[in-house]
T-cell receptor, first 114, second 115 residues
Framework: AQSVTQLDSQVPVFEEAPVELRCNYS??????LFWYVQYPNQGLQLLLK??????LVKGINGFEAEFNKSQTSFHLRKPSVHISDTAEYFC????????????FGSGTRLLVRP | NAGVTQTPKFQVLKTGQSMTLQCAQD?????MSWYRQDPGMGLRLIHY???????DQGEVPNGYNVSRSTTEDFPLRLLSAAPSQTSVYFC??????????????FGPGTRLTVL
């Protein structure tokens, strides 16, 4: 079975500061990794995904994430955040043979302050 | 394309009532899934379908039924609503084509309250 841990339930940060949202996963098989963003009262939007290849993945809105197999981590980073980045961020994994079944972390609320 | 649509957006039920949450997609996706979102728990998979006529249980299937008679539609039925089913429900779809690249597209959600 797979599991995802997002240790930080909320991350407050000032505008234009860098941010890192942490994600660790557990799985006995190879997985795909995803970050989704949810703006208030909306559905989920894919930020980026790691399927294979380069461990540094770039996504939309200036976000990037690095896959670290030895540490089973997939942390999300942005060098300079904006007020508009305030949202909830979800890390998710899926097995390679059943990528339609996502296992989500509990989410991290990013709060960007002016 | 409208993508993934869900109706209704909001619903209030009394304990014991039944209802169906509707989900439709116009992207010709083979895969469709239902998730529920609860505070501090992320999203959890309720049921999923890999094609018309094929459904299976996810992580939290109790109290919910699904069917998939067409590629486009994947309704979720609550036969006898309970307060524990108060949640936000998301439908998602993805394509089997392009193996390993199955991004799930999410609908806007249905906020359900059971009194």
């Amino acid at each position: 079975a797979q599991s995802v841990t997002q240790l930080d339930s909320q991350v407050p940060v000032f505008e234009e500061a860098p941010v890192e949202l942490r994600c660790n996963y557990s799985s006995s098989v190879s997985v795909y990794l995803f970050w989704y963003v949810q703006y208030p009262n909306q559905g989920l939007q894919l930020l980026l995904k790691y399927l294979s290849g380069s461990t540094l993945v770039k996504g939309i809105n200036g976000f990037e994430a690095e896959f670290n197999k030895s540490q089973t981590s997939f942390h999300l980073r942005k060098p300079s955040v904006h007020i508009s980045d305030t949202a909830e961020y979800f890390c998710a994994v899926s097995r390679m043979d059943s990528s339609y079944k996502l296992i989500f972390g509990s989410g991290t609320r990013l709060l960007v302050r002016p | 394309n409208a993508g993934v649509t869900q109706t209704p957006k909001f619903q209030v039920l009394k304990t014991g009532q039944s209802m169906t949450l509707q989900c439709a997609q116009d992207m010709n996706h083979e895969y469709m899934s239902w998730y529920r979102q609860d505070p501090g728990m992320g999203l959890r998979l309720i049921h999923y379908s890999v094609g018309a006529g094929i459904t299976d249980q996810g992580e939290v299937p109790n109290g919910y039924n699904v069917s998939r008679s067409t590629t486009e539609d994947f309704p979720l039925r609550l036969l006898s609503a309970a307060p524990s089913q108060t949640s936000v429900y998301f439908c998602a779809s993805s394509s089997r084509r392009g193996a390993g690249d199955n991004e799930q597209f999410f609908g806007p959600g249905t906020r359900l309250t059971v009194l």
